[in-house]
Every structure is written in structure tokens, then in C-alpha cells.
């Protein structure tokens, strides 16, 4: 599609013809490309924006960057937050701070959900360390759950100790999903601690717990 097609669709009211012209975007420059996705950051139609999100973190200038956070804060829908967070995590470790930044402003599990895995895939143990700490606190379960696998990423990292005294803290919680995850997490820790909290998980009164402790064994 050349530019001018683009920019006449970019305009055009039916929703399906913006969307693809942001695509299109993609064989063009950053030069070309930011300033027209940039124009559609307030557009009426969510998945617009989550398009617009999805190839700013493409087109990555600074320009891109600072729309990112834009639409990370002020974005009234979670699926367009989440996207931009993914797509600011493709700046690399730069978008570390911010990420922690959001996770702890917005408590949306889609959002949320988004940060955890990126953090993991930027391999930054302190600033995962602290978001699985926030997560902990909140009161979305499979946002805690993803948070306890986070956990067991840090094994050979800087964050090894307190990763795994998050994890034998939470062996006697509440949740059986949360025992279940822990089982699993607590296998990448080589510890003394670690290994008496998996047998102390094997003896569970939760089957899926204790087929978790378990499974390297059987």
C-alpha cells in the first residue's frame, strides 16, 4: 500500500480500513511510519489502538518510546495497556524501570500478566524480584500464580535467596494452586531448604500438590 492510500485510510470511518494501514505501516521507515501511528493513538476503536501498539514496538525511536508510556498510562482499555507494555519491552532493558512502574500503578491482570513474562525475557532479576513481590500482595490468583513461576526463574540469578524465601513462605498458603506452583518452582532451587519444603509438599492434602512434588520422582 503506498503512503497516500494509507493516509487516506488511516482517516477512513470504517475501523477495518485503518487497521490495515497500520499494518501496512510495517515496510515503511520509522521516519515515515511513527508520526502517522502516533496520529492514532487516541483512535475511537480499541483494536486500533492495540495495533498501533503492537507496531510501535517495531518501529522503535524514541518518538515510539515516549508514545508507549503514553499509552501505558492513559489508555482506558487493558488489552491496549498490556499491548503497549509488551511492545515497550522490546526496547530491551531501557524499558526495565517503566515496566516496574506500571505493574505497580496498574493492578490489571491483563497488564500484569503482560509485565511478568516480559521482565522474565529481559532477564532483570532485581526488577522481576520486585514485581512478583507486588503481585504477591495483590489479590488477583492467577496473577500470583504466574508470579510464583516468575520466582523460580531467579534460581541462578543475584536474586536467588530471596526468591526462594518467597517460595518457602508461601508453602503452607491457603491456596492449593498457589502449593501447586511452588511445588513446581521450588525443583530449580539446589538447596537444603528447598528440597525439605518438596518433601514437606509431598505429604500435602491436595492430590495436585503432591503429584506436583512428585513429578521428577516418578
Known sequence: ??????????????????????????DYTPEVAVPLLTSKLHDGEFLVRTF??????KQQTAESFAALLEMIKFDNTPNVRAEAANSLSLFGK????????????????????????????????RELFEVCIEALAGEDA??????????ATLAQTSQHDAALSQ???????????IRLHVARALKHFDHPQAKAALSQLRQDG??????????DLL
Open 206 to 215: 491436595d492430590h495436585q500438590v503432591v503429584a506436583a512434588a512428585l513429578e
Open 142 to 151: 492467577g496473577v500470583q500464580e504466574a508470579a510464583v513461576d516468575a520466582l
Open 1 to 26: 500500500m503506498d503512503i497516500q492510500a494509507i493516509e487516506t485510510s488511516l482517516n477512513h470511518p470504517d475501523f477495518q480500513y485503518r487497521l490495515k494501514a497500520i499494518a501496512a505501516l510495517k
Open 52 to 57: 498501533v501498539a503492537r507496531e510501535l514496538g
Open 94 to 125: 531501557v524499558a526495565a524501570s517503566h515496566l516496574v512502574l506500571t505493574f505497580c500503578q496498574d493492578d490489571h491482570w491483563l497488564v500484569r500478566r503482560s509485565i511478568l513474562p516480559a521482565l522474565v525475557e529481559l532477564e532483570c532479576p
Open 167 to 177: 517460595l518457602l513462605a508461601l508453602v503452607s498458603s491457603d491456596s492449593e494452586q
